[in-house]
Structure formats: structure tokens, C-alpha cells
């Protein structure tokens, strides 16, 4: 990339087929633009545009920092996903440990089946919505292999967990653990209460209990993806201290 014949940095892009659609990922853009030069961003977003128009895109798919998150919008990119990230200090949060009503556990062969087969229609649903998938894409059948492995045989790095209270299950969480620099990563997929135990204030508390079993098992950092219409949940782990680590955008070109 230049501006005004000075190169200012490189985008690496994936260009694939999804459902009958021309998609262009940005999965790497490196530039030394600062991130509050609206103005000349606006013209980088134009141009980009037009490059990937010229090879046969329909979609244009990126993750940026939240600080850029406002002039992709204004280029007419919506917001898909949220991810929120939080490093895991002991000492933080401690209004995570007064409610200790929830405990968990790691989910029994049948929870596993029961669990996969709610969180299939939950995820389909909810990245159709978000725009993360269209209903017919690729990107769902690699979903559904992955959601078969959970119930037959997880593997080793698939957290699947249960809150309970007094031995009744209230929640489930599912996450993956991401070997970083010698330590661990949470990377949330999802963690919920059932629909009959909502309303009672329990999230707090089934949240601090996951935070303390995945501290025992060396987690440092913990990642969470939230759908972009989901203000709700954001504002939630934002109110736990999570800050926002980069937003993934969409814009169909078509």
C-alpha cells in the first residue's frame, strides 16, 4: 500500500469460493498509518475495495483494531463479530468471588451429546444473524465436523464444562485452550445459562467459578468472541474488565 508514493504498509488477501460467492478475506494488514487518519483510511478502504471488486469479490471480510472499527463503519462495513480479551489476574474482578452458588464440572458423555446438538442450532442461528456465515457456507460443514468430534471423543485442548447449583445444571460453557508463549489461552466459544435458570443473577457466579477452575488448570489470558448484534453480552464482559481486542467487519459488494 502507498499514499502519495510512499509505501506505508502490505495486506496478505484470501480470496475463496463460499456458497456460490466470491470472498475476500484480509486476514493480515500491517500499515504505519496512524489509526485516527480518517481521511486518508477512508481512501485505503476505497482503494482495497476496488482491488478485490476487480478480481471478482462480492464480499469483503476483516478484523481491525476497535479504533479503526468507526471508519470501516462509515465505509459501510458492519460489525460481525466482537472479540474481548482479559488477562487473567487473581486479584481482579473480586466481585466474581463473593456469589459462589455455581460450581462446575467437566460435562458427562451424555451432557456432551446434549450439548452439541442445542449449540448447533445456536451457532448456525447466531452467526447467521451476525453475518459471520450465510446459512448455506462453507465455513458451517467444517462447523458441524468439529461439533461431532465434542460428542464422540473431544480432544485434550476442548474445554467443555457445566455450572451447577446444588447439583442441578444451570449453564454451559465450551472453549478451547490455546498454548501461547509457555501458558495458556482461554478462547471462549461459548458460555451460557439454560433459559430456565436466567433472571436469577447467576451469570456473575458461574462465571467466576469457570474463572477460578481455568486459574487452577494455568490459564493466563482469556479471549471471548461476541456477535456483533449481541450488545448485551459485550456490555457484560466489558463490565468485567474484558477490554475489546479487534472487531471483524463485512461488506457485501455486490
Known amino acids: 500500500m502507498t499514499v502519495d508514493d510512499v509505501q506505508v504498509g502490505g495486506a496478505l488477501l484470501e480470496h475463496a469460493d463460499d456458497a456460490g460467492r466470491q470472498r475476500c478475506a484480509v486476514r493480515v494488514l500491517q500499515t504505519t498509518l496512524p489509526r485516527d487518519a480518517d481521511a ?31 471508519v470501516f ?45 442445542d449449540v448447533r442450532d445456536q451457532l448456525r442461528a447466531g452467526m447467521a444473524r451476525a453475518g459471520v456465515a450465510d446459512a448455506d457456507s462453507p465455513q458451517l ?16 485442548d476442548e474445554l467443555l464444562m457445566v455450572g451447577t447449583v446444588e447439583g442441578t445444571v444451570v449453564g ?29 443473577r447467576l451469570t456473575p457466579s458461574f462465571l467466576g467459578a469457570l474463572r477460578r477452575h481455568v486459574h487452577d488448570l494455568g490459564v493466563r489470558d482469556v479471549h471471548l468472541r461476541v456477535y456483533g448484534h449481541d450488545a448485551g453480552a459485550r456490555r457484560t464482559f466489558l463490565e468485567q474488565g474484558a477490554g475489546i481486542e479487534d472487531v471483524h467487519l463485512r461488506k457485501d459488494l455486490a
Open 40 to 70: 486518508v483510511w477512508g481512501l485505503v478502504i476505497s482503494v482495497l475495495e476496488t482491488f478485490v471488486r476487480a478480481r471478482g469479490a462480492t464480499l469483503l471480510t476483516t478484523a481491525v483494531a476497535p479504533e479503526l472499527a468507526r
Open 73 to 117: 463503519g462509515l465505509a459501510g462495513f458492519a460489525a460481525t463479530m466482537t472479540t474481548v480479551g482479559k488477562r487473567l489476574d487473581p486479584d481482579s474482578a473480586p466481585e466474581l468471588q463473593e456469589d459462589r452458588r455455581v460450581a462446575v464440572r467437566p460435562m458427562s458423555a451424555d451432557e456432551r451429546e446434549r450439548f452439541v446438538d
Open 141 to 156: 460443514g467444517s462447523l458441524e465436523t468439529r461439533l461431532r468430534g465434542l460428542a464422540v471423543d473431544p480432544p485434550a
Open 172 to 200: 454451559r460453557a465450551w472453549a478451547t485452550l490455546v498454548e501461547r508463549d509457555g501458558a495458556l489461552d482461554f478462547h471462549g466459544n461459548t458460555i451460557d445459562l439454560l433459559p430456565e435458570h436466567r433472571g436469577q
